[in-house]
């Protein structure tokens, strides 16, 4: 809900012609108001008329380090096992109602690990994630992070950091392990330096306003340094689909491609599919639905 706060600082700043700061407020206002609200819908109506929005979201200076990304599918169309799916609905109702948790002292919840093979949705969840709750869903590039910094990583951490807090957001970090693993030493980078990126890390994520969602992401969870780890509140392992899994997966597919009778196809597609990733059949139904476009000469419709 907008707070007395939030309307007098929204104020002060048209007063004072700071368009860049009621950009950020508006943004803030949108996003705690609840989904269904009328003012919520009608602020983001006004900032998607926005000239250039997805760069005003990200300081010139961090570009390159860190991007706007859309997201690629809504959250109904992610399959999840059931029991991430039900930590995953408790997290966004006490994300839905942050003020009234944050009125009681308490912070709302705003980490989460993802950990599991590649392809199986750690990427996707999270922008679907940033979707959901109708914030921007802002991707750092860890590698970059690190390898075009050598020796300057920790300040350009915390630059970071503190770049993206100005307002709501998720803060996708993948690869999480490259940089922070107990044993690995990447790049040849000293080890001093490893330790300097974990500790500034660390203080970075207890520096971060709630209004933040950081989701971090690794293939390997085990490797990560533990004091990272604690520093989530959740931890979610997406593994490879079961069967069941994956035939739901491409019920979801199929009605991102109505026009297209994939769904027909499924028991074909699905042979020898154990143990395979979601992007491998996706890469197998997309060429399935490609070929059948062409012999068939239809024009299809798409929905995210
Ligand atoms: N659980 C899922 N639900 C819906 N789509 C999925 C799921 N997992 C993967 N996909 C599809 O597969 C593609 C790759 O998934 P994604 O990039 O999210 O995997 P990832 O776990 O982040 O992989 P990596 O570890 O390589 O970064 C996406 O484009 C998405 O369409
Ligand atoms: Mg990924």
Known sequence: MTTANNVYALASAALAGNRERVVSMCRIIAANEKITSALKH????????????????????????????TPSL?????????GVRSELDAFLEERTHADLIRSAGLNAPSRLLLSGPPGNGKTTLAGAIAGHLGIPFLVVDFSAVLSSYMGETGSKLAKLFRGVSTQPCVLFVDE????????????????????????????EIDRLPDNVVLIGATNHAEMLDRAVV????????LPALDRDGLRNWLHAFARRVPSVPVI??????????????????ERRAEAWCRRWIVRNGVEVTTSP
């Open 74 to 82: 809504s959250l109904e169309n992610v399959v999840l096992p059931a």
């Open 264 to 281: 027909g196809q499924a028991d074909m597609l699905l042979q020898e599919a154990d143990g395979v990733s979601v992007s491998e059949l």
């Open 230 to 237: 604690r520093r989530f509140e959740h931890h979610w392992q």
């Open 176 to 203: 999480m392990d490259t940089v922070l693993s107990e044993r690995s030493n990447p790049r040849g980078t000293d080890v001093g330096e490893i330790s300097r990126v974990v500790s500034t890390l660390l203080l």
């Open 42 to 69: 009608d602020i983001e109506k006004l900032l998607s008329r926005l000239p250039n929005q997805s760069s005003e979201l990200v300081p010139a200076d961090l570009r390159g380090l860190v991007m706007h990304v």
